[in-house]
């Protein structure tokens, strides 16, 4: 009985020592072997050549090779969805902008809604505030067509004081730090992922 109980745990332990998937082990061997699919361009099969004909269908048959050669000129496979480097850093610079303008409406603690600590006698009201003239984006390549994007921005902390609490959240408020956030999102060959 012990036998077989030890011989269980000694699988199951070369089991997740040697990458096997099941366990969470390691997978790049088979990661490397996957690619993802790439538009590839069709490619026509070359016509078969016909009987020769003779006489009037012979005739016929060039005119109608002819004017089918003329109808359809030579058609270049584009390779939808595929987007340039400008078109994916365009794409970041405005998802970045729309993550910056959710993060200064969510914020906590924000201007409208202050938080109140009391230091001694006298009470500090601070808020976080976005400061979106701050925004930066940078692109960098990833691994066959994934990108990582940077989203740089500056958080401002304010803080007002007061002798109660009423005064310290109508009092003017100061800037006492800044914080400088840096967000990175992923771009997968079709979207920004955060």
């Excluded at 048959?61 to 050669?69: E, L």
């Excluded at 970041?92 to 993550?99: A, I, Y």
Aim: charged share 25%.
């Amino acid at each position: 009985m012990r036998k077989q109980i030890f011989l269980a745990l000694l699988l199951t332990f070369g089991l997740t020592a040697s990458g096997c998937a099941w366990f969470g082990g390691d997978t790049s061997s088979t990661e490397a072997a996957i690619t993802p699919a790439q538009p590839e361009a069709a490619t026509e099969p070359a016509p078969a050549p016909a009987p020769p004909a003779t006489g009037k269908a012979a005739t016929k048959a060039a005119a109608k090779a002819d004017k089918k050669a003329a109808k359809t000129p030579d058609k270049k496979p584009s390779a939808k969805g595929a987007k340039t480097e400008a078109q994916i850093a365009a794409e970041l610079e405005t998802v970045g902008r729309k993550l910056v303008a959710q993060a200064g409406r969510t914020v906590v603690p924000s201007k409208a809604k202050k938080d109140v600590r009391q230091v001694g006698k006298d009470f500090v009201a601070s808020y976080v505030e976005v400061d979106e003239s701050t925004i930066s984006t940078e692109l960098r390549p990833g691994a066959s067509g994934q990108y990582v994007g940077f989203v740089r921005y500056k958080e401002n902390v304010y803080e007002c004081h007061g002798a109660s609490r009423q005064a310290a959240l109508t009092a003017a408020c100061e800037q006492v730090k800044a914080r400088r956030i840096n967000e990175l999102i992923r771009y997968d060959g079709s979207s920004w992922q955060y």
